[in-house]
């Protein structure tokens, strides 16, 4: 291995943007629905869709700094560009390295819960031994684990087709209008808890950047690439989550583990199998996603020189972060292990909307100083101080809701 290895640039905008999407899907619809519907009971639409305006924001503001800084360990880069405080970047580095390590931790579990509802087997080595087996396709290689999340992602669409597909007369005949008020039997406080684990299921646009260097013509394709993949993956949470609400009741969804495999099963379908199958690829695709970013997060930082030069460490074959690669296994490892479901998505969604907060704090100093006009993208001043206002709001009242 050699610190003066470069990484491969092999990836374009199909790749990547299918690296987000599954990143995004394998994370959120398949797991969650079900919490998120345990407590936001008949307002389980109206919480994705808080969710959904919140990240879109933060989502424009990392279209801008994509195109103007395209490295790795991106958020801390940001941060460093605007404050010129190095504590701060590398504090929040490793608190996104945290949030993948909690949000991977939790989506072993759901892999779990799917695998049960076909063969039963022990929820932690089921868990373990996903990370163990996903983690050494990581190392192998960037340009093979992005044809593997590919194809994985392709699997994971086509089962929310699916879903759509045979609850269309459900979606059909929904009522909106009742969807989009608030339930009474859960208040604003169960709508803001509910959005709160709902924005977990969005969590992944932000990540592809931390590829930035391995990909081809990255000022362009990276903005466009976040875009793509958050409007894809916000059309298609809208439309699953209308159907599994007319067909389940929010009681059935939090209380199943497998949630999407059983709305699949009350629209028609004898065998939820074939879901059940589905929703396996798709955590498998969110966790093969997440060990590649926590560990360019970690090759980042100590490329920037923030912390051990041994973490910036590229096998000679493979071009990849080894050892990053190894500490963020052990720690995935550590948290499925130690920590439930529930507690696992809050934590991620603390940690990443707080990151969020300070990213768009970021922009909105950099647009202030003197830096050249990027020619990719750019938003108005506006989005990133309102994309701070909405992450500020969120962490507020969850922590008050907390206390």
């Not at 684990?145 to 929904?174: H, N």
């Not at 939090?254 to 999407?260: R, V």
Request: aromatic share 8%; glycine share 8%; proline share 3%.
């Amino acid at each position: 291995m050699s610190t003066k290895a470069k990484l491969k640039r092999a990836l374009g905008l199909p790749l990547i943007t299918l690296i987000g999407l599954g990143n995004i899907l394998g994370a959120g619809i398949y797991v969650l629905v079900g919490k998120v519907a345990g407590f936001a009971g008949a307002s389980t639409i109206l919480a994705f869709i808080l969710a959904m305006i919140t990240a879109t924001f933060t989502a424009f503001s990392y279209m801008e700094l994509a195109g103007r800084f395209p490295v790795s360990a991106s958020a801390s880069v940001y941060l460093y560009r605007a404050f010129k405080k190095k504590w701060l970047s590398v504090l929040v580095g490793l608190a996104l390295v945290l949030g993948g390590v909690a949000s991977v931790a939790a989506l072993s579990q759901g892999f779990a819960g799917y695998l049960n509802s076909v063969v039963r087997m022990p929820v932690p080595l089921a868990s373990v031994g996903l990370i163990v087996i996903l983690g050494l396709i990581a190392i192998k290689g960037i340009g093979d684990s992005a044809k593997f999340a590919a194809v994985f992602t392709l699997v994971e669409v086509l089962g929310l087709v699916l879903v759509i597909w045979f609850g269309r007369s459900a979606l059909a005949s929904a009522e909106i209008g009742k969807m989009l008020v608030i339930d009474p039997a859960v208040g604003i406080s169960g709508l803001v808890a509910g959005a709160f684990i709902a924005f977990y299921a969005f969590i992944g646009f932000e990540d592809i950047v931390n590829i930035a260097e391995e990909v081809k013509s990255p000022k362009k394709t990276m903005p466009w690439a976040i875009l793509i993949t958050l409007g894809m993956s916000a059309l298609l949470y809208i439309l699953v989550v209308i159907v599994a609400t007319s067909i389940a009741s929010p009681t059935e969804l939090a209380n199943s583990k497998a949630p999407l495999a059983m709305v699949f099963q009350k629209s028609g379908v004898s065998n939820s199998y074939i879901l059940s199958f589905i929703g396996m690829a798709a955590v498998i695709n969110g966790v093969i996603v997440q060990i590649i970013m926590g560990s360019r997060i970690l090759y980042g930082l100590a490329k920037q020189g923030w912390l051990h030069n041994s973490l910036a460490s590229v096998h000679k074959v493979h071009k990849t972060p080894v050892i990053a690669t190894i500490i963020v296994l052990s720690a995935m490892i550590a948290g499925t292990l130690l920590l439930s479901l529930v507690s696992l998505a809050q934590l991620t969604s603390l940690l990443i909307l707080s990151t969020f907060l300070l990213v768009n704090v970021a922009l909105v100093v950099i647009k202030q100083k003197s830096y050249k006009r990027p020619k990719s993208i750019t938003v108005p001043l506006i989005v990133p101080c309102f994309g701070a206002l909405l992450c500020l709001g969120m962490i507020i009242y969850q922590i008050y809701i907390w206390l």
